[in-house]
Protein backbone atom coordinates (compact mmCIF):
# COMPACT_ATOMS: atom_id res chain seq x y z
CA UNK A 1 0.00 0.00 0.00
CA UNK A 2 1.08 4.03 -0.22
CA UNK A 3 2.39 3.48 3.53
CA UNK A 4 5.12 0.60 2.26
CA UNK A 5 6.05 2.60 -0.70
CA UNK A 6 6.71 5.72 1.13
CA UNK A 7 8.67 3.74 3.40
CA UNK A 8 10.67 2.25 0.38
CA UNK A 9 10.98 5.23 -1.34
CA UNK A 10 11.86 7.41 1.75
CA UNK A 11 15.18 4.80 2.68
CA UNK A 12 16.10 4.55 -0.74
CA UNK A 13 16.48 8.40 -1.60
CA UNK A 14 17.73 8.98 1.80
CA UNK A 15 20.24 6.55 1.13
CA UNK A 16 21.16 7.80 -2.19
CA UNK A 17 21.66 11.49 -0.95
CA UNK A 18 24.09 9.96 2.23
CA UNK A 19 25.63 8.15 -0.54
CA UNK A 20 26.37 11.57 -2.48
CA UNK A 21 27.90 12.83 0.47
CA UNK A 22 29.43 9.90 2.91
CA UNK A 23 32.65 8.91 1.13
CA UNK A 24 34.10 5.90 1.97
CA UNK A 25 37.70 6.74 2.24
CA UNK A 26 36.76 9.58 4.83
CA UNK A 27 38.85 8.41 7.96
CA UNK A 28 38.43 12.21 9.92
CA UNK A 29 35.52 11.60 12.51
CA UNK A 30 34.39 15.73 12.30
CA UNK A 31 34.06 14.89 8.14
CA UNK A 32 32.40 12.20 8.59
CA UNK A 33 29.59 14.05 11.03
CA UNK A 34 29.63 16.78 8.71
CA UNK A 35 29.19 14.77 5.27
CA UNK A 36 26.28 12.97 7.25
CA UNK A 37 24.71 16.25 8.10
CA UNK A 38 25.18 17.45 4.44
CA UNK A 39 23.45 14.50 2.97
CA UNK A 40 20.14 14.81 5.58
CA UNK A 41 20.31 18.78 4.99
CA UNK A 42 19.69 18.04 1.19
CA UNK A 43 17.45 15.58 1.88
CA UNK A 44 15.11 18.19 4.01
CA UNK A 45 15.16 20.29 1.13
CA UNK A 46 13.23 18.45 -1.34
CA UNK A 47 11.17 16.29 1.39
CA UNK A 48 10.92 18.42 4.54
CA UNK A 49 9.61 15.37 6.64
CA UNK A 50 11.08 12.57 5.03
CA UNK A 51 13.31 12.08 8.13
CA UNK A 52 10.53 12.23 10.77
CA UNK A 53 8.56 9.90 8.58
CA UNK A 54 11.33 7.26 8.92
CA UNK A 55 11.48 8.26 12.42
CA UNK A 56 8.26 7.08 13.53
CA UNK A 57 8.60 4.78 11.29
CA UNK A 58 10.98 2.66 12.91
CA UNK A 59 8.75 3.36 16.26
CA UNK A 60 6.24 1.26 14.39
CA UNK A 61 3.93 -1.05 16.33
CA UNK A 62 1.56 -2.21 13.64
CA UNK A 63 2.79 -6.31 12.98
CA UNK A 64 1.03 -5.65 9.22
CA UNK A 65 3.38 -2.59 8.99
CA UNK A 66 6.40 -4.19 10.77
CA UNK A 67 5.99 -7.46 8.84
CA UNK A 68 5.75 -5.27 5.28
CA UNK A 69 8.30 -2.91 5.79
CA UNK A 70 11.42 -5.13 7.91
CA UNK A 71 13.39 -5.57 4.54
CA UNK A 72 13.85 -1.55 3.82
CA UNK A 73 14.25 -0.94 7.74
CA UNK A 74 16.96 -3.70 7.96
CA UNK A 75 18.67 -1.88 4.60
CA UNK A 76 18.79 1.59 6.07
CA UNK A 77 20.07 -0.01 9.89
CA UNK A 78 22.77 -1.63 8.04
CA UNK A 79 23.78 1.66 5.95
CA UNK A 80 24.00 3.73 8.96
CA UNK A 81 25.71 0.67 10.85
CA UNK A 82 28.92 1.45 8.26
CA UNK A 83 28.88 5.25 9.15
CA UNK A 84 28.49 4.36 12.64
CA UNK A 85 31.81 2.06 12.58
CA UNK A 86 33.23 4.92 10.59
CA UNK A 87 33.25 7.44 13.31
CA UNK A 88 33.89 4.45 15.98
CA UNK A 89 37.38 3.96 14.01
CA UNK A 90 38.39 7.54 13.88
CA UNK A 91 37.75 8.45 17.25
CA UNK A 92 39.57 5.27 18.87
CA UNK A 93 42.54 6.70 16.50
CA UNK A 94 42.04 9.94 17.93
CA UNK A 95 42.39 8.44 21.26
CA UNK A 96 45.81 6.79 21.05
CA UNK A 97 47.09 10.05 19.52
CA UNK A 98 45.61 12.04 22.48
CA UNK A 99 47.04 9.02 25.23
CA UNK A 100 50.80 10.46 23.87
CA UNK A 101 49.50 13.55 25.56
CA UNK A 102 47.56 12.45 28.05
CA UNK A 103 44.53 13.95 27.18
CA UNK A 104 41.19 12.25 27.01
CA UNK A 105 38.38 12.50 24.75
CA UNK A 106 34.71 12.65 25.55
CA UNK A 107 31.57 12.50 24.01
CA UNK A 108 28.59 14.66 25.13
CA UNK A 109 25.29 13.28 26.01
CA UNK A 110 23.09 15.94 23.17
CA UNK A 111 20.50 15.42 20.72
CA UNK A 112 20.96 14.14 16.84
CA UNK A 113 24.60 13.10 17.80
CA UNK A 114 25.75 9.11 18.41
CA UNK A 115 25.17 10.03 22.10
CA UNK A 116 21.51 11.15 22.33
CA UNK A 117 20.34 8.58 24.38
CA UNK A 118 21.89 7.24 27.32
CA UNK A 119 21.77 3.61 25.68
CA UNK A 120 23.50 4.91 22.61
CA UNK A 121 25.88 6.65 24.66
CA UNK A 122 26.99 3.79 26.81
CA UNK A 123 27.07 1.53 23.46
CA UNK A 124 29.52 3.90 21.69
CA UNK A 125 31.59 3.84 24.75
CA UNK A 126 32.04 0.75 25.17
CA UNK A 127 33.08 0.28 20.99
CA UNK A 128 35.57 2.71 21.14
CA UNK A 129 37.35 1.03 24.05
CA UNK A 130 39.72 3.44 25.21
CA UNK A 131 40.81 4.43 28.41
CA UNK A 132 41.21 7.65 27.50
CA UNK A 133 37.46 8.18 26.25
CA UNK A 134 34.77 9.17 28.51
CA UNK A 135 31.10 10.60 28.47
CA UNK A 136 30.13 14.44 29.24
CA UNK A 137 26.48 14.38 30.84
CA UNK A 138 24.08 17.52 30.24
CA UNK A 139 20.54 18.08 30.70
CA UNK A 140 18.36 16.85 27.62
CA UNK A 141 15.67 19.55 27.31
CA UNK A 142 13.64 16.34 25.33
CA UNK A 143 13.45 14.57 28.74
CA UNK A 144 11.58 15.28 31.97
CA UNK A 145 13.83 15.87 34.89
CA UNK A 146 13.38 12.65 36.28
CA UNK A 147 14.06 11.06 32.64
CA UNK A 148 17.17 13.19 32.87
CA UNK A 149 17.91 11.74 36.03
CA UNK A 150 17.46 8.50 35.03
CA UNK A 151 20.12 8.50 32.40
CA UNK A 152 22.43 9.99 34.18
CA UNK A 153 22.31 6.89 36.21
CA UNK A 154 22.85 4.76 33.51
CA UNK A 155 26.16 6.87 32.40
CA UNK A 156 27.69 7.09 35.99
CA UNK A 157 29.90 4.70 35.44
CA UNK A 158 31.49 6.20 32.01
CA UNK A 159 31.25 10.37 32.95
CA UNK A 160 34.37 12.30 32.85
CA UNK A 161 32.12 16.08 32.82
CA UNK A 162 29.04 17.23 33.34
CA UNK A 163 27.83 20.22 32.18
CA UNK A 164 26.05 22.41 34.71
CA UNK A 165 22.89 24.91 33.74
CA UNK A 166 19.04 24.15 34.09
CA UNK A 167 16.53 24.20 31.50
CA UNK A 168 12.45 24.00 32.63
CA UNK A 169 9.62 23.93 29.93
CA UNK A 170 12.87 24.52 27.07
CA UNK A 171 13.70 28.05 28.74
CA UNK A 172 16.84 28.58 30.31
CA UNK A 173 17.10 29.74 33.96
CA UNK A 174 19.11 30.15 36.63
CA UNK A 175 20.30 27.06 38.70
CA UNK A 176 18.26 28.93 41.88
CA UNK A 177 15.06 29.13 39.98
CA UNK A 178 12.05 26.25 39.18
CA UNK A 179 13.14 23.05 40.02
CA UNK A 180 16.68 23.95 39.50
CA UNK A 181 18.09 23.56 42.81
CA UNK A 182 16.42 20.36 43.52
CA UNK A 183 17.61 18.88 40.27
CA UNK A 184 20.96 19.46 40.71
CA UNK A 185 20.88 18.56 44.40
CA UNK A 186 19.97 15.05 43.21
CA UNK A 187 22.66 14.98 40.29
CA UNK A 188 25.75 16.10 42.47
CA UNK A 189 24.32 13.65 45.07
CA UNK A 190 24.55 10.76 42.87
CA UNK A 191 27.99 11.46 41.28
CA UNK A 192 28.91 11.56 45.63
CA UNK A 193 27.09 8.81 46.20
CA UNK A 194 28.95 6.30 43.48
CA UNK A 195 31.71 8.56 44.11
CA UNK A 196 32.22 9.30 40.53
CA UNK A 197 35.66 11.27 39.43
CA UNK A 198 33.85 13.42 37.43
CA UNK A 199 34.12 17.76 36.99
CA UNK A 200 31.79 20.16 37.06
CA UNK A 201 31.78 22.65 33.92
CA UNK A 202 29.19 25.66 34.29
CA UNK A 203 27.40 27.17 31.35
CA UNK A 204 25.37 29.99 30.50
CA UNK A 205 25.90 32.11 33.60
CA UNK A 206 23.78 35.07 33.39
Not at 176 to 198: D, K
Amino acid sequence: GVYVFLMDYSVRFLLLELSRYVKKDTTDFFDVCKQIEMGKLQVLKNYPYMQAFLDKAFEEGCPEALEECEGQKEVYRSKMEEYYAQAVAETQMLCDMAAEYNITLAFEFHRNSLSDTADSAIRIYKDINRKNFGLYYQQSLQCSLEENIAALEKMLPYIKMVHVFYYENKMRMSLGEGEGIVFWTRIIGLIRERQINADLLFEFLK
